[in-house]
């Protein structure tokens, strides 16, 4: 009667706790573009997006995904060898033992009668497997240390966890047939523990068994074409898919900036699990949020941690998603002098124009204390000349500044500009164009360098420094101009 209780109880926790994981997914969203789309909207999308995968060329590609990403866990093997032996004890170990230990009953003991009251020594060699997996765990993380692989409590709950259930069931495997009383007791410490980690495994790190391996699948067969309602989806499903394995942590760009200022959410780890509790409740401290805010905005979108990332999860589309929503609904930040990158100006199409435009202005209104750059370019009198001492000697401080003189108005940089590209009638929305504000300078217009739209939506994409046959260091020039300016504003 009590494990029967047990069993209905462990059941009932796990099938509530995997419903509102589940329709968390539907219910949540990163971003802004999903506003208005409701979750029975996105269920419908989701089906529709599953039944569209029943094609030949699809299903080959989901076999190979399966095959390679999930199963021999290829992903894996290429970054850490070590770690990819951890996993793969784990994951083929707990396998066989579900299939014939856990659910022998439905699935062995129909076909062998006898199985259930012997002593099989194939559950032993699982048994042991498993702990020398988990022992490879404790040793990463205890002995190893490496590097930003941070132990949370979730972590060390997984591991005692499965020790605990894996220790029992090989001392209860080993006195099926010398010791009744101590089989019973084994054994319900054994089932005890297994029944416990059914009912908390939606609401842990364990969660991830089911959710990693669909995350690799959707993202195999998705891109940025995909129905948006379906993107909103799988990236609230990735948050659930992240194992924190840090992996892409040690591989962020910017991660070094982590240690300097002593902001643990700058590493793309930490901000996943800050992702996962803004999502469900939007308000945070201020402080934390904060915190995030520089993590986000630092990341350069250099794509490092989606490709090395052994879940599939697509984090670059995840942290564009993430901060346009903060840019959005949150107050500005002294971090936001340009549009961030260069990867934002290629999304640019897909975002509202006032909502790409809105936040540069209120930084920009914010350092001015009301004033207004662009003024100044308006009011300022043509005169060849004009504080250009003040001007040439704040720029030549270095021969890497002073390469403004280098200039001949090929127009290079402006013609390679994205910023430039993006707009019909360039110099009428940015009021000079690369080119001009490096003539600006050399002319000594010092207002009208600095007051330029141009100057202020600039990318920092390097791809007018990178392709200047005068080798003018122009993005370089523009972020000094932008400092001069603000200079001037305080």
């Given at each position: 009667m009590f494990y029967t209780l047990m069993v209905y109880i462990a059941l009932s926790v796990f099938t509530i706790g995997l419903t509102y994981r589940l329709s968390s997914w539907f219910r949540f969203n990163v971003g802004i573009n999903t506003g208005g789309v409701t979750p029975w909207t996105r269920i419908r999308a989701a089906c529709k997006g599953v039944a569209g995968l029943?094609?030949?060329?699809?299903?080959?590609?989901?076999g190979i995904?399966?095959?390679?990403?999930?199963?021999?866990?290829?992903?894996?093997?290429?970054?850490?060898?070590?770690?990819?032996?951890?996993?793969?004890?784990?994951?083929?170990?707990?396998?066989?033992?579900?299939?014939?230990?856990?659910?022998?009953?439905?699935?062995?003991?129909?076909?062998?009668?006898?199985?259930?009251?012997?002593?099989?020594?194939?559950?032993?060699?699982?048994?042991?497997?498993?702990?020398?997996?988990?022992?490879?765990?404790?040793?990463?993380?205890?002995?190893?240390?490496?590097?930003?692989?941070?132990?949370?409590?979730?972590?060390?709950?997984?591991?005692?966890?499965?020790?605990?259930?894996?220790?029992?069931?090989?001392?209860?495997?080993?006195?099926?047939?010398?010791?009744?009383?101590?089989?019973?007791?084994?054994?319900?410490?054994h089932i005890?523990?297994?029944?416990?980690?059914?009912?908390?495994?939606?609401?842990?790190?364990?969660?991830?068994?089911?959710?990693?391996?669909?995350?690799?699948?959707?993202?195999?067969?998705?891109?940025?074409n995909s129905d948006p309602a379906n993107i909103a989806t799988r990236q609230v499903m990735e948050l659930d898919a992240c194992t924190r394995c840090n992996t892409c942590s040690r591989h962020c760009s910017v991660a070094v900036a982590c240690d300097h200022l002593g902001n643990d959410t700058i590493l793309p780890a930490e901000r996943m699990h800050f992702l996962k509790e803004y999502i469900a409740n939007k308000n945070i401290s201020s402080k934390k949020l904060a915190a995030?805010?520089?993590?986000?905005?630092?990341?350069?979108?250099?794509d490092r941690c989606t490709v090395v990332c052994p879940a599939g999860i697509n984090l670059r589309e995840l942290w564009f998603s993430a901060r346009e929503e903060l840019l959005r609904d949150k107050p500005p930040v002294d971090l936001m002098m340009t549009p961030f990158s260069f990867f934002r100006g290629l999304k640019q199409p897909q975002i509202d124009q006032e909502q790409y435009d809105s936040p540069l202005e209120n930084v920009k209104s914010m350092l001015t204390a009301?004033?207004?750059?662009?003024?100044?370019?308006?009011?300022?009198?043509?005169?060849?000349?004009?504080?250009?001492?003040?001007l040439h000697e704040v720029l030549g401080l270095s021969e890497r500044m002073e390469s403004f003189s280098y200039c001949f108005s090929c127009e290079n940089c402006s013609t390679v500009c994205p910023v430039v590209a993006h707009y019909t009638d360039s110099q009428q929305s940015l009021d000079l164009l690369p080119h001009q504000i490096i003539r600006s300078v050399a002319l000594g217009l010092k207002e009208m360098a600095t007051g330029s739209r141009m100057l202020w939506n600039c990318l920092s994409c390097y791809q007018c420094?990178?392709?200047?046959?005068?080798?003018?260091?122009v993005t370089d020039i523009f972020n000094t101009l932008k400092t001069v300016s603000i200079e001037d504003h305080k």
């Open positions: 029943f094609n030949k060329e699809k299903l080959t590609l989901l995904v399966f095959l390679q990403d999930i199963l021999l866990q290829k992903h894996i093997q290429k970054q850490d060898r070590l770690r990819w032996i951890m996993h793969f004890l784990i994951f083929s170990a707990f396998m066989f033992l579900l299939i014939f230990h856990a659910l022998d009953q439905i699935i062995v003991t129909p076909i062998f009668d006898r199985f259930y009251l012997t002593m099989n020594p194939w559950l032993i060699i699982a048994g042991i497997i498993l702990l020398v997996g988990l022992s490879i765990a404790l040793y990463r993380r205890y002995v190893l240390k490496v590097p930003r692989l941070k132990t949370s409590a979730m972590d060390l709950y997984t591991i005692i966890i499965l020790l605990l259930i894996t220790l029992s069931g090989l001392f209860m495997e080993m006195t099926k047939l010398t010791s009744y009383d101590y089989y019973q007791k084994i054994w319900w410490v005890l523990a297994c029944l416990f980690g059914l009912a908390f495994l939606p609401f842990s790190k364990m969660f991830h068994m089911f959710t990693t391996p669909l995350s690799l699948l959707a993202n195999a067969v998705m891109d940025e995030i805010q520089q993590g986000i905005y630092l990341c350069t979108n250099c009301g004033g207004d750059f662009s003024a100044e370019m308006d009011a300022a009198p043509i005169v060849i000349g004009q504080g250009s001492n003040e420094q990178e392709h200047c046959p005068q080798g003018v260091k």
